[in-house]
């Protein structure tokens, strides 16, 4: 089965950290360039960072950049989000996406659930 | 970064066409034929629909059409169907490399 399972979110005080984690299976994960995409309860969707598939291109939003880090392992198709100084305005769900062979994000994981509050 | 401008809302009847735009500037959707599409229903997972502007991905029905002129991408879905009912999306790549995102349409079956 195709599939992404995003894993690594929860509860988190302001300030603190988290690492989010999507593995693949069954599907080519190397060849292609991966993305974080967020989505705020009841809000739009907000792209938040892509990484080449070598590792080679790194980009962030403006509204996490300086405060996280996208990485991906090929070897064990797995990719993967460090947030630090985490915010309130950071809550939301966190999707990751494969780009597809044209440009699209041609699939999704199901999702992991970031809640920062006090 | 400032997202694409969609519409909040549109609407349709079955049967009829819709639809919807996304308007960026020369540096996301008027520089590069970059412009995706992506359906999501509540509660589930978005849905690739149209990518490279126009190109439709396997599986996805031939009633739904991308176009682009200029610094606006339009999502056209004709033959309207109760099922198509949901919030869409567009996403551009932009010239310093990030994506963007519109703030999303609400489409109505009526």
């Known amino acids: 089965e195709v599939q992404l399972v995003e894993s690594g979110g929860g509860l988190v005080k302001p300030g603190g950290s988290l690492r989010l984690s999507c593995v693949a299976s069954?599907?080519?994960?190397?060849?292609?360039?991966m993305n974080w995409v967020r989505q705020a309860p009841g809000k739009g969707l907000e792209w938040v960072s892509s990484?080449?598939?070598?590792?080679?291109?790194?980009y962030y939003a403006d509204s996490v950049k300086g405060r996280s880090t996208i990485s991906r392992d090929n070897a064990k198709n797995s990719l993967f989000l460090q947030m630090n100084s985490l915010r309130p305005e950071d809550t939301a769900v966190y999707f990751c996406?494969?780009?597809?062979?044209?440009?699209?994000?041609?699939?999704w994981g199901q999702g992991t659930m970031v809640t920062v509050s006090s | 970064q400032s997202a694409l401008t969609q519409p909040a809302s549109v609407s349709g009847s079955p049967g009829q066409s819709i639809t919807i735009s996304c308007t960026g500037t020369?540096?996301?959707?008027?520089?590069?034929?970059?412009v995706s599409w992506y359906q999501q229903h509540p509660g589930k997972v978005p849905k690739l629909m149209i990518y490279?502007?126009?190109n439709r991905p396997s599986g996805v029905s031939n009633r739904f059409s991308g176009s682009k002129s200029g610094n606006t991408a339009s999502l056209t879905i004709s033959g309207l169907q109760a099922e198509d009912e949901a919030d869409y999306y567009c996403?551009?790549?932009?010239?310093?490399?990030?994506?963007?995102f519109g703030g999303g349409t609400k489409l109505t079956v009526l």
């Open positions: 490279d502007v126009s």
């Open positions: 020369s540096s996301d959707v008027g520089g590069y034929n970059y």
């Open positions: 996403n551009s790549y932009t010239s310093s490399g990030t994506r963007v």
């Open positions: 996406a494969r780009r597809g062979s044209g440009d699209g994000f041609d699939i």
């Open positions: 990484i080449s598939s070598s590792s080679s291109y790194i």
């Open positions: 069954g599907l080519t994960f190397s060849t292609h360039s």
